[in-house]
Each structure stands twice: as C-alpha cells, then as structure tokens.
C-alpha cells in the first residue's frame, strides 16, 4: 500500500500542487517564475479565445451526453435479446474504440479531405450540398470532429450497458410480463432502473472527459479555422508549449480542474441528498 501511495503522491500529487502554484506566476518554462498572483486569472476573465474555447466544451458535452448515450442504450437493446453471433456484434461495436486516436483521425481525415473525400464524391453523384469542407468550415468542424469521436466511442457504451442489462434478474422481466408490460414499458421500468449506476457512471465520465477532450480535435484541426474548435485542453497545450506561457497554462488547467471538481461534487450531494445514482 505504502508503494503505491509514494506512487501516486509523486505521480499525480505532486504535478497537480505544482501547476496550481505556477498559475499564479509568469513563467516560459526555463529560468525562476515570477509571483504575479491572480493576474492569469484576471487575464482568463478577459481572453475571447478562452471564452470560445469553454463554450466549445460546453457545445461537445451537451452533444456527447445525448447522442452517444442514446445510440449506446439503443444499440444494447437491440442486441440483448439475440442469442446466437452477440460475441461478433460485441466485437464489431468494439474495434473502433481499440484502435489508436491517432489511426482513426488519420483515417476520416482521408474520408474528409476536401478535394478528394466523401462530400466531393456525393457532389460528383448530384448531391451538391455534400459539397462541403467539414474540417475546414467555422459552422461545420466542432460537429464533424464530434461525429468522429463518436464514432469510435459509442461502440463502447453499447458493450457497457449491454453488460449491466445482462446483470439484470431474468425475473424482473417475466413479472412485467405477466402483468402485461409492453416492450417499451419493460426497457422503462425494468431496463433502467436496472443499469442506473451504470448509466450515471458513464454521465460523469462523459462531462469529465468532454472538458478534457484534446486528441481528436487536436490531431485534426489543432482547434482551427480561427478557433472555431478549440477547447480548454488545445488552448493550454498552445500556450505552454507554442507560446511558452506555462503560468498562463497553469491557470487553464486549474479552471478546467475546478469544473470537474464541481461536476463531482455536484453528484456527490445528490447521492447525500438520497437520490439513486
């Protein structure tokens, strides 16, 4: 135990206390740093590209936290009740999720491409309006880079809460059945209560994750055209590395910090407040 809490302190402890104290300085990241207090703050309270940046992150959990989830708990209701070939639809749903970031962007980034990807081809067939540069429009790019980090990740959620369905006793469903519950009403009252946990773990998850999401948004449009993709985490890689504003950076991760901190201590008291999740 005593390994594995050094482990951690230096790992994850230590890093975090660090960059909360460099947020309140100016630093490149070589030489002393400077105290300046909350003048990064001041400064996020000012930045437009900031401001861009956390609605943008607020655009991509509101779109995670429905489309994937319905997709994920439609896809397991589908498959449940099949008997024979599950394990290959498992695995179908799967892969996607298995294969590296950077494979899958390098991969739609081709289907994408704007002189000879898919919405070039569905033009040449008559469908103009498919003519569009879905990674290099402003209106357009958010939800294209969404759409292909769906793609590789509601795959998981159906294997996810087709699990907590499986766990579900048999007999809950022969009672609803017997008192002549229809299928929706079984998936109402029966499905859903049964993968509850399940379901409100993945919500959390999914808000984290969306106010850290960096790879896909990064690996295909480095948060362009003129910001029109990019978020807290692409904002903070730029500044501390492209700009060398590490106490800038320091700021953006410790409001990105405080967000999820809030998101957890929200569920948290509605636990203690006895609600079921």
């Given at each position: 135990m005593a390994p594995l809490l050094f482990l951690n302190i230096v790992v994850i402890l230590g890093p975090s206390v660090g960059s909360a104290w460099y947020a309140f300085t100016k630093w490149s990241g070589i030489g002393p740093a400077q105290w300046v207090g909350l003048a990064n703050f001041r400064r996020l309270a000012g930045d437009r590209v900031y401001h861009m940046a956390f609605v943008n992150n607020v655009k991509w959990t509101l779109i995670f936290l429905t489309v994937p989830v319905t997709m994920g708990l439609l896809g397991s209701a589908l498959l449940a009740p099949i008997k024979k070939g599950q394990m290959f639809f498992?695995?179908?749903?799967?892969?996607?999720?298995?294969?590296?970031?950077?494979?899958?962007?390098?991969?739609?980034?081709?289907?994408?491409?704007?002189?000879?990807?898919?919405?070039?081809?569905?033009?040449?067939r008559g469908l103009k309006f498919m003519d569009v540069t879905f990674l290099g429009s402003r209106g357009t790019v958010l939800y294209t880079i969404a759409f292909v980090d769906m793609w590789h990740w509601w795959g998981f959620l159906v294997v996810l809460y087709l699990a907590a369905m499986q766990a579900i006793n048999p007999q809950l469903y022969e009672a609803a059945r017997i008192e002549g519950a229809t299928r929706g009403q079984e998936f109402r009252y029966v499905t859903l209560p049964g993968i509850l946990p399940t379901l409100v773990f993945t919500v959390l998850m999914t808000i984290i994750w969306s106010f850290l999401v960096f790879d896909y948004i990064y690996l295909l449009t480095q948060g362009g055209p003129a910001h029109a993709s990019e978020v807290l985490s692409t904002e903070l890689f730029k500044s501390a590395f492209f700009r060398f504003e590490v106490g800038y950076a320091a700021a953006i991760g410790v409001s990105m910090s405080f967000i999820c901190a809030l998101v957890v201590a929200g569920f948290v008291i509605l636990r203690r407040k006895g609600w079921e999740i």
């Open positions: 498992r695995i179908a749903y799967f892969i996607p999720y298995v294969i590296a970031s950077v494979v899958n962007t390098q991969i739609w980034r081709n289907i994408l491409h704007p002189t000879r990807g898919i919405g070039v081809m569905l033009a040449e």
